[in-house]
């Protein structure tokens, strides 16, 4: 069974600095995808940024991108000129390709943003 | 361009109650998936379906159960609240377009509940 793991359970950065956080999943898949999704204090589920994995290039949206290393299995997320909106929990996800497949969820870990 | 709605957004139910989460979505999305977020645990799969009048259990399904009558409704049900059901749940759906997972879900604002 695949697993998602998000090994640091708090973070912390200062507004306008820059934050990575980390993701770590085991498959034996080849064809897979891989999510940032937001959570914030309101609730609701937000989708950051995704990644296909037979994609190299790493993918970006606005401040946020990732760096995939499909050989060790990491997906972080950068997220560059932290705003205050940034605060949330965020969680890594998984869900191989193919019909009938499901999203795998990490344990999310809790950013906050220093003013 | 509601997306997925949930309802009712909280809860409290004493241990021993029934009670039926209502997901609905009109997407048209083909799949749609109830999960549970627990402190500390991420979100966890309880069950779902990938069609009208089909369902199938997930990671947690134990305690719930659930039905797909029509294609816009995913129904999750606790027939015996227990303490350990406390939780906040989310409902997802999912195109069957996108069947090879190239997109992530579309999901609700949640399910506050509350087993005292």
């Known amino acids: 069974a695949q697993t998602v793991t998000q090994s640091q359970p708090e973070m912390s950065v200062q507004e306008a600095e820059t934050v990575t956080l980390s993701c770590t999943y085991d498959t034996s898949e080849s064809d897979y995808y891989l999510f940032w999704y937001k959570q914030p204090p309101s609730r609701q589920m937000i989708l950051v940024i995704r990644q296909e994995a037979y994609k190299q290039q790493n993918a970006t949206e606005n401040r946020f991108s990732v760096n995939f290393q499909k050989a060790a299995k990491s997906f972080s997320l950068k997220i560059s000129d932290s705003q205050l909106g940034d605060a949330a929990m965020y969680f890594c996800a998984y869900r191989r390709a193919g019909a009938n497949s499901k999203l795998t969820f990490g344990k999310g870990i809790t950013l906050s943003v220093r003013p | ?116």
């Open chain 2, 1 to 116: 361009n509601a997306g997925v709605t949930q309802t009712p957004k909280f809860r409290v139910l004493k241990t021993g109650q029934s009670m039926t989460l209502l997901c609905a979505q009109d997407m048209n999305h083909e799949y749609m998936y109830w999960y549970r977020q627990d402190p500390g645990m991420g979100l966890r799969l309880i069950h779902y379906s990938v069609g009208e009048g089909t369902t199938a259990k997930g990671e947690v399904p134990d305690g719930y159960n659930v039905s797909r009558l029509k294609k816009q409704n995913f129904l999750l049900g606790l027939e015996s609240a227990a303490p350990s059901q406390t939780s906040v749940y989310f409902c997802a759906s999912s195109s069957h377009r996108a069947a090879q997972g190239t997109y992530g879900y579309t999901f609700g604002s949640g399910t506050r509940l509350t087993v005292v």
